[in-house]
């Protein structure tokens, strides 16, 4: 048991601190000590709140762009006050200690790139980006205080956030990339996701089948808990437990 009084298996501690292939693969509960609303819980999840199907879809977007435009500039100034959490500290720490270290998220937030992490790959794209919605090119520099969306200055379509809404695919070459190292690592490590969201949610399954280890940590049950040894609380105290119990000099 560590001094956080978390309970890591001496087998798991070993495996870490030998492995050179692991992946972390993260969702919003790593946000969520950050003050970020999660998705799914049911009090305080956004989709508690509102609508998927009236926020996050590209038919949502046609037919009303001010309010979809609107949701996610809301959530734009939400996120620029809030900062990275003892969790995204650890994974960086842990990313710099394992050579073959690969950071995958769901999260739109760039909370791991303030706490250090490089280059994760952003299944689910980025809040802070926009891009067109006709043409695609990328629009870097939209006020944030509209509240409508601008035009493109290539073809006057709409700008919209560069994010996968449900119905979309993922970035091809990011998706690529992470199926590729999920096939290859030693250790998968899920982190504060629901694993509910697919094709995100087929990494763990494809590691496990690939053979590697599946570490889950996470406040509540999840469909992957069958196929995962499972740290059991929150991300923000877990995982500084963990760097404690397999590097004990990171402290
Ligand atoms: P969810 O809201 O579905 O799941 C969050 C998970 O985090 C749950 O399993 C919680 O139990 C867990 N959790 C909450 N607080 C935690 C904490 N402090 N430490 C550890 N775990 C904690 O969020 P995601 O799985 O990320 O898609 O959702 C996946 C996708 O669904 C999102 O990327 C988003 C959403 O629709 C897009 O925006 C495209």
Not at 136 to 151: F, H, Q
Not at 179 to 193: C, D, F, H, P, Y
């Amino acid at each position: 048991m560590t001094e956080a009084g978390i309970v890591v298996a001496p087998a798991l501690i070993e495996a870490l601190r030998s492995a050179t292939r692991v992946m972390f693969f993260t969702g919003a509960g790593v946000s969520a000590e950050s003050g970020l609303p999660t998705f799914r819980d049911p009090q305080q999840g956004l989709w508690a709140k509102f609508k998927p199907e009236d926020l996050a879809t590209p038919q949502a977007f046609a037919r009303d762009p001010e309010t979809v435009w609107r949701w996610y500039q809301w959530r734009r100034r939400m996120h620029a006050t809030v900062a990275p959490n003892p969790a995204h500290h650890a994974i960086a720490k842990m990313q710099a200690r394992i050579p073959g270290a690969v950071l995958v998220t769901q999260n739109v937030d760039r909370l791991h790139e303030l706490a250090g992490s490089e280059a994760p790959l952003h299944l689910h794209g980025h809040l802070f980006r926009n891009r067109c919605a006709s043409c695609g090119v990328a629009m870097p520099d939209v006020d944030d205080a509209l509240d409508t969306p601008p035009r493109c200055d290539s073809c006057g379509g709409l700008c919209r956030p560069d994010i996968v809404w449900f119905g979309e695919g993922l970035p091809r070459t990011v998706w690529q990339e992470a199926t590729r190292a999920a096939q290859k690592v030693e250790i998968l490590i899920s982190i504060g996701t629901s694993a509910m969201v697919t094709p995100a949610a087929e990494l763990p399954r494809l590691a496990r089948r690939a053979g590697a280890l599946v570490i889950q940590i996470n406040t509540a049950p999840t469909p992957l808990d069958p196929i995962a040894h499972n740290l059991r609380g929150p991300a923000g105290r877990v995982l500084p437990a963990l760097v404690e119990a397999v590097w004990p000099s990171a402290r």
